[in-house]
C-alpha cells in the first residue's frame, strides 16, 4: 500500500466511511504495531500516546520515505488523527460504519438482530432490503433481525432516525423506540428516543402513523386495545410521557407543505371570505382549524401563500382581524370576536 493510498484510507476510516474489508485492513496493520497495545486504559495522557504513535509511524510506516516534507506533514496529519482514535478505541469497540443492510457483516447482537450504529458525527443513510430509507442521526442504533421483510418488517430503534418507508400492505413497518411503538404501511416519519430521556417523540411527514404504548408487563395481552394508542397524519407530533404512560398530541415545531409547490402558487385570495383562508390553510398543511364560522362570517383577507412559516402566516391573519390562535390537541384553534 502506497504512501497516498494509506492516507486516504486512514482519513476515510476516521469519517466512519471505510467498507468492511477496508476495516479490516486497518485493523490488521494496528495489530503489527506493538507500541499500541501497551496502553489500555482510558486515563492515560494524551501526550504520552500521541508520542508513542509518533514514534511508531516515524519508524515503520514511512521509514525508506525521501521527501522530508511530505513525510513530516503526513506523519503530522495522521498521528493527531490516531491519537483521538486510539484514545477513543481503548474505551470501547469501534463498529463497522453503517451501511446498506446487505454490506452488513457484524454478528447478531445478543438474540436481537443486526444492529447498525452511527459512531460518526453526520446523519448516516441506510437503505434497507425492503427498499426503505433511514437516515440514522450520530450517536443513534438500529436494531432488527437477520429476517427482517421476510416474514416482517420490525425494527427497535435506540437515538434518533427519519424513515422513508416503502409501502407494502402486507408487511406493517414497525418501530420500538423505548416504550413506544410506531406501525405503518408506507410513510415518513421520524422518531427520538434519547438514551437519558424516559420521553419519546415521533414526529409525522407524510401518510398515517400508529402509535401505541409498549406493553407493560411480559404478561399482558398484544392487543393495544386498552393501551395509549393515537393515530398520527402530516405535520402531527405524539409525546409518550413514560412516567404517566400517556401520550401527548401536538402539532410539529415547523410544519411543511403536503401540496406540490404548483398547488401553493395558486393559493391566493382578494377580498375573500375568511373561512375560504382556512380552508386553503387546512390543505396546505393538513391540519385542521377550529373557528367560529358565524362569528366570523364577516371576515375577509387578501393574501398568498408564500415561503414563511404557518407560525407566522397565523400570527400575521390573527393581527389583521384582531383574533389569536393556539395550538391544541395538533389543532389550531381560532378564538375572534367577528369583523365589523
Not at 15 to 22: H, Y
Not at 49 to 64: E, T
Not at 87 to 98: A, C, G, R, T, V
Amino acid at each position: 500500500m502506497t504512501q497516498k493510498e494509506f492516507n486516504e484510507l486512514s482519513k476515510r476510516y476516521l469519517e466512519g466511511k471505510t467498507t468492511a474489508e477496508e476495516d479490516r485492513k486497518i485493523q490488521a496493520w494496528y495489530d503489527t504495531q506493538p507500541e499500541f497495545h501497551q496502553h489500555n486504559s482510558p486515563d492515560e495522557a494524551a501526550q504520552t500516546i500521541g508520542k508513542r504513535i509518533w514514534l511508531n509511524l516515524r519508524q515503520s510506516v514511512y521509514q525508506n520515505s525521501t521527501d522530508r516534507i511530505t513525510r513530516m506533514t503526513w506523519i503530522m496529519g495522521i498521528a493527531v488523527g490516531m491519537i483521538l482514535a486510539f484514545i477513543w478505541l481503548s474505551q470501547f469497540e469501534l463498529p463497522p460504519p453503517p451501511t446498506e443492510v446487505a454490506d452488513q457483516t457484524r454478528p447478531a447482537v445478543a438474540q436481537r438482530g443486526i444492529e447498525l450504529k452511527n459512531t460518526t458525527f453526520s446523519d448516516q443513510k441506510i437503505t434497507l432490503s425492503d427498499g426503505s430509507l433511514v437516515v440514522l442521526k450520530p450517536g443513534s442504533s438500529l436494531v432488527y433481525n437477520k429476517n427482517f421483510n421476510k416474514t416482517k418488517r420490525e425494527l427497535h430503534l435506540q437515538g434518533e432516525a427519519f424513515f422513508d418507508v416503502t409501502k407494502n400492505p402486507k408487511k406493517p413497518f414497525i418501530v420500538h423506540a423505548g416504550k413506544l411503538t410506531a406501525e405503518v404501511l408506507g410513510t415518513s416519519f421520524s422518531i427520538k428516543n434519547a438514551e437519558d430521556s424516559k420521553n419519546v417523540l415521533v414526529d409525522v411527514l407524510s401518510g398515517k402513523v400508529s402509535v401505541y404504548a409498549e406493553k407493560k408487563a411480559p404478561n399482558e395481552s398484544n392487543s393495544t386495545s386498552d393501551r395509549p394508542s393515537v393515530i398520527l397524519t402530516p405535520n402531527q407530533r405524539v409525546k409518550y410521557l413514560s412516567a404517566e404512560n400517556r401520550l401527548v398530541k401536538s402539532i410539529v415545531e415547523a410544519p411543511k407543505f403536503v401540496i406540490s409547490k404548483a398547488e401553493i402558487e395558486k393559493l391566493s385570495f382578494v377580498d375573500a371570505p375568511i373561512s375560504q383562508v382556512f380552508d386553503a390553510i387546512e390543505t396546505a398543511y393538513g391540519l385542521e382549524i377550529i373557528y367560529d364560522e358565524v362569528v366570523m362570517r364577516d371576515c375577509t383577507m387578501t393574501t398568498s401563500f408564500d415561503e414563511e412559516n404557518l407560525h407566522d402566516k397565523l400570527s400575521i391573519i390573527c393581527k389583521l382581524l384582531g383574533a389569536s390562535f393556539k395550538m391544541v390537541d395538533a389543532q389550531i384553534v381560532i378564538s375572534s370576536n367577528g369583523c365589523q
